[in-house]
């Protein structure tokens, strides 16, 4: 099952505006990702935040994490039309020896120019 | 893409023939991955390598198997490719393992009739 699941699904907004995106997980984490992926592209790296981190800033994008809650957030702010994409987050499994990232299904965000 | 590539991009098989997709990274990273994004699925875990001729299953190995002689080349084969295979994928690499960002090819489109 997916570690990473996505909220909500899609998400369209005029450009200018902010956009945020959820992500729920379900066992304990080392760390949570973010990942963009342009339409037939593969996936780019946006910022990586540990679990004893709250929150992290990348330019326009800020990500949150809660642990309690096993939950994170990407906000990402003066929305772009460039930034119209699908938006994965990926989390490790809190275990030695554990090489995977587990991504969830995304959420695919429109900025309307 | 990070100094990776893919080969084919794209290709039309048909069931029950083998298939081998390439991955070359100029990079020099330890870490190897082979993912398939599916609609509805988002990204899955094939198979990874965390050395040369050392590699590991990941959430859908069934159907599939890898090979890593050197450094700079995973291999990612369909003994018999079925119409299920049908998918796109992505080959990732990455310096350090799991609790770092993983860098993406460009991804081949294989079709399975």
């Known amino acids: 099952s997916q570690q990473g699941e996505e909220d909500p699904q899609a998400l369209s907004i005029q450009e200018g505006e902010n956009a945020t995106m959820n992500c729920s997980y379900k066992?304990?984490?080392?760390?949570l990702q973010w990942y963009r992926q342009n339409s037939g592209r593969g996936l780019v790296h946006l910022i990586l935040?540990?679990?004893?981190?709250r929150e992290k800033h990348s330019g326009r994008l800020r990500v949150t994490l809660d642990t309690s809650k096993k939950s994170s957030s990407l906000l990402i702010t003066a929305s772009r039309a460039a930034d119209t994409a699908s938006y994965f987050c990926?989390?490790?499994?809190?275990?030695?020896?554990?090489?995977?990232?587990?991504f969830g299904k995304g959420t695919k965000l429109s900025v309307i120019p | 893409d990070a100094g990776i590539t893919q080969s084919p991009r794209h290709k039309v098989t048909e069931t029950g023939t083998p298939v081998t997709l390439r991955c070359h990274q100029t990079e020099n990273h330890r870490y190897m991955y082979w993912y398939r994004q599916d609609p509805g699925h988002g990204l899955r875990l094939i198979h990874y390598?965390?050395?040369?001729?050392?590699?590991d299953k990941g959430e859908v190995s069934d159907g599939y198997s890898v090979s890593r002689s050197k450094t700079e080349d995973f291999l990612l084969t369909l003994e018999s490719a079925t119409s299920s295979q049908t998918s796109v994928y992505f080959c990732a690499i990455s310096p350090s393992g799991v609790s770092y960002e993983q860098y993406f090819g460009p991804g081949t489109r294989l079709t399975v009739t």
């Open positions: 390598s965390y050395g040369v001729k050392d590699t």
């Open positions: 935040i540990r679990s004893n981190e």
């Open positions: 990926a989390t490790d499994a809190n275990g030695a020896g554990s090489y995977q990232l587990t």
């Open positions: 066992t304990s984490i080392n760390n």
